[in-house]
């Protein structure tokens, strides 16, 4: 017990070193989306944030957000941690050589991003892909290797790619077709609820990512080439320390094995831009590619200890019980399928077209505390021209319902939203009990005449002058954050809307 104690001990101390429990208001956007996602897990579709489920699921059961991803974080590099010492031993290495894998893992860039910016779910992720190299090295059940890949691909999607060790393992004792055959069990679970989140869960965002515009082509030489010399590239030694082992006669026997997927993950972080679901995205680096390093360092220690001195020990094999296998495929099963029981059907519309974390917040918060208060038989009104509050309130004053056609970014825009195209877009939501009817006070700079569509079709209009009241009717709507379009002159402005339950 000695050396699983330590290994804990050793990212434990490291954690309690470096963290410093930042606040969310100084953290990126990347942040704000998992804690909004925390939230309320079950309706939080906002691409590609909303599929990585596992680790604000877990937080929403935590007194607090913030309490809830520090912990989870804790645990989840401490298991990391543990899971990796037993994963080197299992490979040959003996208790000093696993124990300074732990250490360089504990000490590289990549964990220290995630021990600051505990919000992000790489930690979570990491742990489970580490669990899953594990089980790999033990000769676990096909069926605990599916359980443990679809909770890691319910964590992040990047954790699918560790499903090409089945097969690049196995090939050798069960021939190509025997190993892809395994593979492929293993794999189902976690493709399948991968795919029934995108497909069940938000069918309206089913459609296909598009490329970047060629204007991302010069930005991308400009960036890669700082992007490559940066010192933190190097995880501190690992990866220099891993290029020469690969070289050894015992790094050589890695080649078919590990260090493949060791280049494709160390490699990955560096197309992580195109995954940007905003418009115009360009490529970045810095940062994002460090924190995905942590994916590379369980595949990279094994080629840097090929360096290490003497003899490997060969572990005795691990007996598992029948019912192992059976439970690990019930509960595969039960993971594979969650996106149909365990989440909630409310439908989201896209995110705006600029975006902030708070923004992103306040629109899933907001929208579903005025949904519920619909249900309740409650009306729900904003007023546009009322002064801001304090910091402290300021998440319920974010306008989340514009959306296009109200300026370039009206949430905390002081006084009425004004129009500056002819059509303006709201977010209206609806829960159980739809909304009988939505009265907007509207103004514009000449009498002019305004009409509606909800949800694509006509809803009518008015003719406004100064501080006209317009009621458009809801009929057809969905539960769900449903789109009303204000067909007008530019320079209408929006003063107050009211939500009438039924």
Not at 52 to 60: D, E, K, Q, W
Not at 211 to 240: H, K, N, Q, T
Not at 458 to 474: D, F, K, Q, S, Y
Request: glycine fraction near 10%; charge should be positive; aromatic fraction near 8%.
């Amino acid at each position: 017990m000695r050396g699983p104690l330590l290994a804990v001990l050793l990212v434990a101390g490291a954690i309690l070193l470096r963290f410093e429990g930042t606040a969310l208001e100084y953290l990126p956007l990347d942040s704000w989306m998992y804690a909004a996602a925390a939230d309320a897990p079950g309706v939080f579709t906002a691409r590609p944030w909303g599929y990585r489920l596992l680790g604000p699921a877990l937080v929403s059961l935590a007194p607090d957000v913030r309490t809830g991803f520090a912990a989870l974080m804790a645990l989840s590099l401490c298991g990391a941690g543990l899971g990796l010492y037993l994963f080197l031993r299992r490979l040959g290495h003996g208790e000093a050589a696993a124990l300074c894998g732990v250490a360089l893992f504990a000490v590289s860039g990549p964990v220290a991003y995630s021990i600051r910016n505990p919000y992000v779910c790489e930690p979570l992720t990491a742990c489970l892909g580490i669990l899953f190299l594990l089980a790999l090295a033990a000769r676990a059940p096909l069926g605990v290797l599916a359980l443990v890949a679809a909770l890691a691909a319910l964590s992040k999607e990047i954790a699918l790619g560790l499903l090409a060790l089945v097969f690049l393992l196995r090939r050798e004792e069960r021939g190509w077709r025997g190993a892809l055959f395994d593979a492929a069990q293993v794999a189902a679970p976690a493709l399948v609820t991968t795919a029934l989140l995108r497909i069940a869960w938000t069918p309206q965002f089913a459609a296909v990512w598009g490329l970047p515009g060629g204007s991302a082509v010069p930005v991308l030489w400009e960036r890669l080439g700082p992007g490559l010399l940066d010192p933190g590239l190097l995880l501190g030694g690992v990866l220099p320390l891993a290029l020469v082992g690969a070289c050894t006669a015992r790094g050589r026997a890695l080649w078919t094995t590990w260090a493949p997927l060791a280049l494709v993950y160390t490699l990955l972080p560096f197309s992580a831009w195109l995954y940007d679901p905003r418009p115009g995205r360009l490529p970045f680096f810095g940062e994002t590619v460090h924190r995905l390093l942590i994916y590379a360092l369980p595949l990279l220690l094994p080629l840097a200890l090929a360096l290490w001195p003497g003899p490997r020990n060969t572990p005795a094999p691990v007996a598992f019980a029948r019912g192992w296998n059976r439970l690990g495929w019930a509960l595969a099963a039960l993971v594979a399928t969650a996106p149909l029981w365990a989440l909630d059907g409310y439908r989201r519309g896209p995110l705006p077209e600029r975006f902030n974390g708070p923004v992103v917040r306040a629109l899933f918060g907001e929208s579903l505390r005025a949904a519920a208060a619909l249900d309740r038989g409650e009306s729900v009104r904003y007023e546009l021209e009322r002064e801001l509050p304090g910091r402290a309130t300021r998440r319920a004053a974010l306008r989340f319902f514009l959306r296009g056609g109200w300026g370039s970014f009206p949430y905390l825009d002081p006084g009425p939203a004004v129009m500056d195209a002819t059509r303006g877009e709201l977010s209206i939501p609806a829960g159980h009990r739809p909304p009988r009817s939505l009265r907007l006070t509207l103004s514009a700079p000449a009498p002019a005449d305004v009409r509606f569509e909800v949800e694509g079709r006509a809803a009518g209009g008015c003719r406004v002058e100064t501080h006209t009241p317009c009621e458009v009717a809801l009929e057809g709507v969905v539960r769900g954050d449903n789109a009303v379009v204000v067909h007008a002159v530019p320079g209408l402005r929006l003063h107050a809307l009211e939500l009438q339950p039924r």
